[in-house]
């Protein structure tokens, strides 16, 4: 049986990882699942595994973080199979793009408010077209393009061979480019499709949640849309690298930390070795 100051010292090297790897997790498992609390819950459920079997952990950070995710890969897997909420492309023109514009719902909200949610629009859809993508496809385009990871490396994090990430990350960025092209104005103000008169709709059928429901982080202050005052970017990819991190639940990582250093979760360990 290990001592308390070996479990007080291997607690505290574990929670330096958790703090140094939180926000790369969530994001990647943000991107993969539609709904935050989804999200949130698998990122708890991934750090559990984790702390179980953290006799595994590389000692080299870059090795590390792949191996979380790694495991990131199969909670979401199993998650998504087990039924958590799916999309199409055609069900997402349903929900933001056949119903008329809907001012009602935004003629009473203060321009900070409409700002934050338009923020929180164009991170929504362009999380749920990801979330059309089939899950393997959907896995190598979070870690290709929305993370920037070295082919591979995101290879290894999803335990197949090169080639064939080279295949999903391909048909997932030609997916998402054949359905963003033609509709976003973020790819090019003359197509159909703008946040602004897509907000109200938005508001209405859920897919963003209303004023007050959330915090929002503070954004760029360039105006939306417009990047500093350049063009759209005409690059779908270039639109994903540059949506800001996700914001997560205020009391996600606290709470984890907590059960780290509660002996909550050692307990768990123990019970399943």
């Known amino acids: 049986m290990a001592s308390a100051h070996g479990n007080t010292s291997g607690n505290q090297a574990f929670t330096s990882v958790v703090e140094r790897t939180f926000a790369l997790v969530y994001n990647f498992l943000y991107r993969l699942m539609l709904r935050p609390e989804d999200a949130a819950a698998a990122t708890e459920e991934t750090y559990l595994r984790a702390y179980v079997g953290q006799e595994k952990l590389p000692a080299i950070e870059d090795e590390a973080r792949a191996w979380l995710l ?76 929305v993370l920037g990871m070295p082919e591979e490396m995101a290879a290894r994090t999803l335990g197949i061979k090169p080639a ?23 790819v090019n103000p003359d197509n159909p499709c703008h946040c602004p008169s897509r907000l109200g709709v938005a508001l209405s059928k859920g897919f963003i949640p209303p004023p007050g429901r959330r915090e929002a982080r503070l954004r760029p202050t360039a105006p939306f849309g417009r990047y500093g005052g350049e063009e759209p970017l005409r690059d779908v990819m270039a639109i994903y690298q540059s949506l800001p991190d996700p914001d997560p639940p205020e009391n996600l990582l606290p709470g984890m930390l907590e059960k780290i250093r509660s002996g909550a979760w050692e307990a768990i360990r123990a019970a399943k070795r």
């Open 164 to 186: 064939a990430f080279k295949v999903r990350l391909s048909r997932a960025r030609q997916k998402v480019a054949d359905y963003l092209a033609p509709r976003c104005e973020h």
């Open 70 to 145: 790694r495991i990131a890969t199969h909670v979401a897997e199993q998650r998504l199979a087990e039924g958590a909420p799916q999309v199409t492309f055609r069900q997402l023109d349903e929900t933001l793009r056949t119903e008329a514009t809907r001012t009602d719902v935004v003629g009473a909200l203060s321009t900070p408010e409409r700002d934050s949610l338009l923020w929180e629009l164009k991170q929504g859809c362009m999380t749920a077209v990801v979330n059309c993508l089939p899950v393997g496809e959907r896995e190598a385009f979070v870690l290709g393009v």
